[in-house]
């Protein structure tokens, strides 16, 4: 019997060794663990900033945005050039020809230009008159150009600005609604606007009275 003695203290150093072994392994495999952890960890915080790197450097590659007064917007240009926002404006000689036939409508053309002091005042007056607007939004096609066209209908009696013409949906100039100065007779300024209402009414006229 004892001499299964010694063998049992071999069994229990064995024992003891191997539990030492096991404990060793367990202490390596947590240190192994702790460094994986501390890798992840520290490729994470590089990660992060390089990641706020980039933004920084894409916020200063941007331009500043400042924030704009709704006063300070500008409007978008119409083809009105501000003659009359609320009318439907052609914008060419030949689509107001086309509206102008189809709707069976007479054309107003008004030729002026930007840094006319004349046009200017016209066309104050012309978008200020109610009775004016109203009347070109429900009886005419209209037209505002800035440049001279290849009809020379169009020009009777010169290129001058500003020029009003009245063209009936037979294509037809009509050379015989002037204003009141023989020199321009094509022009019309602010004092004039009761004149020019003669002269849409004298379009309205003609043009139901040929047709």
């Known amino acids: 019997m004892l001499c299964g003695a010694r063998p049992l203290r071999l069994v229990r150093g064995e024992r003891h060794s191997r539990s030492t072994t096991h404990r060793r392994q367990g202490n390596n495999a947590k240190s192994n663990y702790q460094e994986t952890a501390s890798g992840a960890t520290m490729t994470k915080a590089v990660l992060l900033v390089l990641l706020v790197l980039v933004a920084v450097c894409s916020t200063q590659g941007k331009p500043e945005q400042k924030n704009i007064p709704k006063r300070g917007k500008r409007i978008p240009q119409t083809l009105s050039r501000g003659w009359g926002d609320q009318l439907i404006w052609a914008q060419t000689y030949e689509e107001a020809l086309y509206w102008s036939r189809w709707r069976n409508k007479p054309l107003l053309v008004i030729f002026h230009l930007e840094d006319c002091p004349h046009s200017a005042l016209m066309k104050k007056a ?70 020019l209402l003669e002269s849409m009414a004298k379009a309205k006229k003609l043009l139901k009275t040929e047709l």
């Open 126 to 195: 012309f978008a200020d008159d109610k009775e004016v607007q109203k009347i070109l939004d429900e009886d005419f096609i209209v037209l505002n150009l800035m440049y001279e066209t290849t009809d020379k209908h169009l020009s009777p009696d010169g290129q001058y600005v500003p020029r009003f013409l009245f063209v009936d949906p037979s294509m037809t100039v009509r050379a015989d609604i002037t204003g009141r100065y023989s020199n321009r007779m094509y022009a019309y300024e602010p004092v004039d606007m009761k004149i």
